[in-house]
């Protein structure tokens, strides 16, 4: 173990409840590298065996790129989904250890019978989460119907096509402005000055947070979202829960403040459709509105940041499709996104907990049983992509799992992220046509989020 993953092991935990873990460079070089060959992947790792691998340890997450997809290839072929023993943690008691749903078909049959592959224990982390979590970070995600159906049905009535149309508008603006500022500024970190600032300032828009807001939500998003990074929050686990916890009190505070000020004054945003949303009667309670904020914008921001940034990086490691792209970005853009999606998956994975006796793959899950949907190997299986780990922006079809695979937990925000990273892509390659990444990102080491936490990048020439 390096002292990196060391000192973050006991920690591991955290990741998953929308917490990633801290950052370090990874070894992108050879996932370049592997790609210029053309051989199967497990192929070029013919050291890796199942035994080698352990979804619970830190380390893994850590490994290159390329190595992690040999990884995954090995548990793909296994007979049987691949059983883990969970991590301890420091606020539960270790639970029963988990089954690795790591197939393509897997994925999609788990999600799509969500009566016995229930969310309502916890989809977002791997072991249960502590009571106190739920006030905050409880919300559709981590429910069944009838509660899940019942808050999707209230929130779905806010995304109405109106405020969709509102959302493209501000996108386009908002993406517009960054790239004004990137221009008067000059190259440097792309996360923090193009991929980060574009969610964030939208979800605030649609919100109607005002200005004087944002640094307060960054800071409270990056505290969420951050959970094991040192820059950002305690190395003290205790500490650390306490940073979360207030963190999500801010921002309930937040929103709560806003939703009592809009029902006198009802502003034309998503907190006012959300808290005036009635559907036969039913309205979204103050604590349901706090946790469907804290959702969205956690769920928006960080996921949507890191599909811009991978973007960024893959169409530098594959400048045959950055060419192609920029040939006809109105014909190709649509398949691209998709493409880029599936590529990145910047959420690897979502839980299920078991409800009764049910037989997929040829193995009997029983009552209790957990098993982890990983989008992030469902995406590379060999078996429903040809040559997956090569971006090709004209696949098609496409039926990637990078938003969730059909059923009821389908990505709520999937049309908004597919508008900010088409939308960004245009800016940037139209404006600057020659940015690149300027070396290796500086990756988060988290199970649960494909991030990057830095990426230089040069404007060419
Ligand atoms: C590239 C960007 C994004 C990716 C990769 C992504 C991925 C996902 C995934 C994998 C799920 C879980 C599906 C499941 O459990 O079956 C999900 C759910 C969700 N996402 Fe996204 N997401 C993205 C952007 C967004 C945005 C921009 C928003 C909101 C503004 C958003 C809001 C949500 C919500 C509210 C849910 C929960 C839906 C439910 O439980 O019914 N996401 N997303």
């Not at 109607?208 to 505290?223: A, E, H």
């Not at 829960?241 to 009592?260: D, K, N, P, R």
């Not at 046509?433 to 020439?461: E, Q, V, W, Y």
Request: charged content about 25%.
């Amino acid at each position: 173990m390096t002292e990196t993953t060391r000192a973050f092991a006991g920690r591991r935990a955290w990741e998953g409840a929308w917490l990633p873990a801290a950052g370090r460079l990874c070894d992108y070089g050879t996932d370049r590298e592997a790609r210029q060959k053309v051989v199967p992947v497990t192929a070029q790792y013919p050291a890796i065996s199942a035994a080698d691998i352990d979804l619970s340890d830190t380390e893994f997450w850590g490994w290159p790129l390329a190595e992690r997809r040999a990884a995954f290839a090995v548990l793909r072929a296994a007979e049987h989904p691949p059983f883990f023993a969970e991590p301890e943690t420091p606020f539960a008691e270790r639970g029963p250890g988990y089954y690795a749903l790591v197939r393509h078909a897997d994925v999609a049959e788990a999600s799509r019978l969500p009566e016995v592959f229930s969310s309502g224990q916890g989809a977002t982390s791997i072991p249960d989460l502590p009571a106190e979590f739920n006030e905050y970070f409880g919300s559709m995600i981590n429910m069944d119907d009838p509660r899940h159906g019942r808050l999707r049905r209230i929130v779905s009535r806010a995304f109405t096509p109106r405020m969709i149309k509102k959302f493209e508008g501000d996108v386009q603006q908002v993406a517009a402005t960054i790239m004004d500022d990137l221009l008067d500024r000059g190259p440097g970190d792309f996360v923090e000055h193009v991929a980060a600032r574009l969610p964030l300032t939208i979800i605030c828009q649609l919100m109607g947070i005002p200005d004087s807001r944002y640094d307060q939500v960054l800071r409270d998003t990056n505290i969420i979202l951050s959970g094991m990074d040192p820059d950002f929050i305690s190395e003290d686990p205790a500490q650390a829960v306490g940073q979360i916890l207030t963190a999500g009190a801010e921002l309930a505070e937040l929103v709560t403040g806003l939703a009592a000020d809009r029902a006198g004054r009802p502003g034309d945003d998503l907190v006012t459709a959300l808290a005036t949303a009635n559907i036969d009667g039913e309205q979204l309670t103050s604590a349901e509105l706090a946790s469907f904020f804290i959702l969205l914008v956690v769920a928006g921001n960080e996921t949507t940041r890191n599909a811009i940034s991978h973007s960024l990086m893959l169409l530098t490691d594959f400048p045959d499709q950055r060419e192609l792209l920029l040939a006809d970005f109105d014909g190709r853009i649509g398949t691209a996104v998709e493409e880029l999606v599936r590529y990145s998956s910047p959420v690897i994975f979502m839980r299920r907990t078991v409800t009764r006796d049910h037989r997929m793959n040829g193995h009997d899950f029983h009552e209790g049983d957990k098993a982890v949907l990983y989008y992030w190997s469902a995406n590379q299986d060999e078996t429903v992509f040809a040559d997956p780990a090569r971006l090709d922006i004209t696949r098609s079809p496409n039926p990637h799992v990078g938003f969730g695979a059909a059923g009821p937990h389908f990505c709520l925000g999937a049309h908004l992220a597919r508008r900010e990273v088409s939308v960004m892509l245009r800016e940037l390659l139209t404006r600057v046509p020659d940015i690149r990444a300027a070396g290796p990102p500086d990756r988060l080491l988290s199970s649960f989020i494909n991030g990057i936490k830095h990426l230089p990048c040069t404007f060419g020439g």
